[in-house]
């Protein structure tokens, strides 16, 4: 299974980059009238650059500057400071922050060198902005992946969405964070009206297990395969505060007097801004509120033309709340809406008696491959009740089931996709099984 690069034309990558931008290229041919063929990050672009000595070689880096986005592309060669002829990212990190008119501090260069080996382009407002998130104290790879993030979604750079993508990094899930919550509301006993209605919501994964099925491969399929599952990650989506924000906005924009939206991400915040709240439990609300708004924006899509999104869900299970990974890419169409006929998905679960399952599922023309790779137990006979049902139920929605079957191994590659905290917009899309 191999993910496939999505072909997209000249013509539509043009804005992608914006005069000022620097960013590491490499001439990968030369063309005629001054032109080249660039790859510029994780891009190719024909380019016409500015005039330069000695002329560019096939196979070498340089630090191209965009001048115009045009077609082709107008760029420019960044003066070196030394005339070595294979470049360090050091003495090119050196040479963006002359270009910018910045100061050459450690932090700064080995920041700005990350930013070049990965290909990200950079203005002179994103170093600073990126550079003000810095702290010598900091852990560096952690922070850095949270800000190339940002840089990479389109997001401002300020310690608010810094903050949320941080919490994304962490290795505690949102369901542990919220048995944290859950279990510090009991033992303080949930004195104040806030702390009430917040154990309140949060006692309901519990309440609603009694609606699944007692066997787990049961609620394994009815996450996967079948059932209610639409409804069900509608709802969770929903009691989460996903919408929170949104449904806010609407009734101002009604002029309609605020009303409670019920969710779990606003329980947290009257929890957080009520001044009777333990300083314990205080803490633990902040930290589940950074992390459901970090998974807010991760949902936040800059690229007009793909959109890709990863996040993790609390979703009620038998033994009590596990962690589902979602990764999902598919196309926009011109208006900028979703295309329901190209997607991939990828679902990640690790449960008690089945194990590491990770579902993959293709569609392309409304046509739907479905893979799922598990090497602990034989799903062989699921998947046989389960696929007359499958099918009619994709029938229904205008979808055709071309195939569904079990791979009994895990491919890494994907499971990281799908367990990625931060994904990064790309044009590679199509699974193929």
Not at 29 to 56: M, N, Q, Y
Not at 268 to 273: F, H, I, K, Q, S
Request: hydrophobic share 40%.
């Amino acid at each position: 299974m191999n993910f496939q690069p999505y072909a997209v034309s000249q013509s539509q990558l043009i804005g992608t980059f914006v005069p000022e931008q620097i960013l590491r290229g490499k001439v990968l041919d030369i063309l005629p009238d001054r032109t080249a063929l660039l790859e510029l990050g994780t891009k190719k672009f024909v380019a016409k650059v500015g005039a330069v000595d000695p002329p560019l070689e096939v196979g070498r880096d340089y630090l191209f500057q965009v001048q115009k986005n045009t077609d082709p592309l107008l760029a420019k060669v960044v003066r070196r400071e030394t005339s070595t002829r294979n470049q360090s990212s050091e003495s090119m990190a050196d040479d963006v922050l002359s270009s910018f008119k910045l100061e050459k501090d450690p932090l700064t260069r080995k920041m700005v060198q990350v930013f070049l080996d990965h290909g990200d382009p950079l203005t002179r407002g994103a170093v600073i902005g990126a550079r003000s998130l810095l702290t010598g104290k900091s852990n560096f790879s952690r922070d850095i992946l949270a800000i190339r993030w940002l840089m990479n979604k389109h997001l401002p750079l300020t310690s608010g969405f810094f903050q949320n993508a941080k919490a994304l990094t962490e290795k505690e899930s949102l369901s542990s964070h919220l048995s944290a919550l859950r279990s510090a509301l009991e033992k303080s006993g949930a004195r104040t009206p806030t702390e009430k209605a917040l154990a309140g919501i949060l006692s309901r994964p519990a309440d609603d297990r009694r609606n699944l099925s007692h066997s787990e491969e049961a609620a394994f399929q009815h996450r996967t395969a079948g059932g209610n599952n639409q409804e069900l990650i509608q709802n969770i989506l929903r009691q989460v505060g996903f919408g929170h924000e949104q449904s806010l906005r609407r009734q101002v924009d009604k002029g309609e007097p605020l009303t409670e939206t019920g969710t779990l991400k606003e329980k947290l915040l009257a929890v957080l801004e009520d001044s009777s709240t333990p300083g314990l439990i205080r803490d633990l609300a902040d930290e589940a509120i950074q992390k459901i708004t970090g998974e807010q924006i991760q949902m936040a899509a800059a690229d007009p033309f793909v959109a890709q999104f990863s996040l993790q869900l609390p979703i009620p299970a038998d033994d009590g709340v596990t962690d589902v990974s979602v990764y999902w890419e598919g196309k926009r169409n011109k208006r900028g809406t979703i295309n329901p006929d190209f997607c991939t998905i990828l679902i990640y679960l690790n449960l008690s008696r089945l194990k590491e399952t990770l579902v993959c599922l293709r569609v392309q023309n409304r046509a739907l491959t479905v893979t799922i790779q598990n090497k602990s137990a034989d799903l062989g006979d699921w998947l046989k009740r389960g696929e007359p049902m499958l099918r009619e139920r994709l029938s229904a929605l205008n979808y055709q089931l071309v195939s569904l079957a079990q791979v009994k191994k895990l491919d890494p590659q994907l499971v990281g996709k799908a367990t990625q905290p931060l994904s990064f917009s790309s044009y590679r899309l199509d699974v193929k099984v």
